[in-house]
């Protein structure tokens, strides 16, 4: 099923954005008798951000913007995507850009590490918006703290190979 035909409590869940529970509550909310008066109106999105799981404005960019967004052959930097969705806020993005330009490690990459995002949540911003990168290394281009341009995806401050390094392996580096 593409995107396009999703249904946003199943784009948010793939998103990692809220659970399945988190969905059957909201449902059962939705549909219950006795709160037909109150919240049989309510769209999902509206009762899920009542109980404060997830932001309005996100549940709105993905149930309004998502789709046309993911059909358009241009694309905008990853952190616009997720402003608009009210993931990160501005000055959420201006640390990330400030520590990038320390540690060259990539924008998503450092979102997660810093706690601003989950896994799941940039893998699925990757894997539609920018489907090529999404296998990428999260290292730039070097270690500053080296100099030494990554010519043979060996890294020997990451030990290992950077085509599929782990997070947790980013994460033991930057601290470091």
Not at 9 to 23: C, M, N, R, T, Y
Not at 40 to 68: C, H, P
Not at 153 to 162: E, M
Request: charged share 25%.
């Amino acid at each position: 099923m593409s995107i396009a035909q999703k249904r946003i409590g199943e784009i948010l869940i793939e998103a990692d954005l809220v659970s399945i529970p988190q969905i059957n509550v909201a449902l059962k909310a939705q549909m219950d008798s006795h709160n037909m008066r109150y919240m049989g109106y309510m769209r999902l999105g509206e009762i899920l951000s009542m109980r404060g799981w997830i932001k309005q404005e996100t549940v709105d960019f993905f149930a309004v913007d998502w789709s046309n967004l993911i059909q358009q052959n241009y694309r905008k930097p990853l952190g616009w995507y997720l402003q608009k969705s009210k993931l990160l806020e501005e000055e959420d993005i201006n640390r990330i850009l400030e520590e990038q330009k320390i540690i060259e490690i990539r924008f998503g990459t450092l979102a997660v590490l810093l706690g601003y995002l989950e896994k799941t949540t940039l893998d699925f911003f990757l894997m539609y918006l920018f489907p090529k990168e999404f296998n990428v290394s999260p290292i730039k281009r070097y270690h500053k703290r080296y100099y030494q341009p990554i010519t043979d995806n060996a890294c020997g401050f990451c030990s290992g190979d950077t085509s599929r390094i782990a997070v947790a392996d980013i994460a033991s580096a930057v601290k470091a």
